[in-house]
């Protein structure tokens, strides 16, 4: 009976994620705004996922960022008038 620990990696083969950088980020970032739609302009956008790249070592970040940016946006925005004055 072969040991489980065989089919284990070895802590020396533990290797770290690097954090993509924010370039890298913005076109899926946009996906997802647009998917939500929101819209936020390019450079506000860039500035937003380059403030957590420069605050955080995670991608998943950027998703916090990005789902805290929808939420604002849909907090922010007034609701459609119901009546249209004529």
Not at 32 to 45: G, M, R, T, Y
Request: net charge positive.
């Amino acid at each position: 009976m072969a040991s489980s620990r065989s089919n284990q990696l070895p802590n020396n083969n533990i290797q770290r994620i690097v954090t993509a950088p924010p370039e890298r980020i913005l076109p899926r970032a946009k996906l997802i705004l647009e998917a939500e739609s929101v819209q936020i302009p390019e450079d506000k956008l860039l500035g937003a996922l380059q403030a957590v790249y420069a605050n955080e070592d995670d991608n998943r970040a950027y998703y916090r960022a990005l789902d805290t940016l929808i939420y604002k946006s849909r907090q922010s925005t007034p609701p459609s008038p119901l009546l249209r004055v004529v």
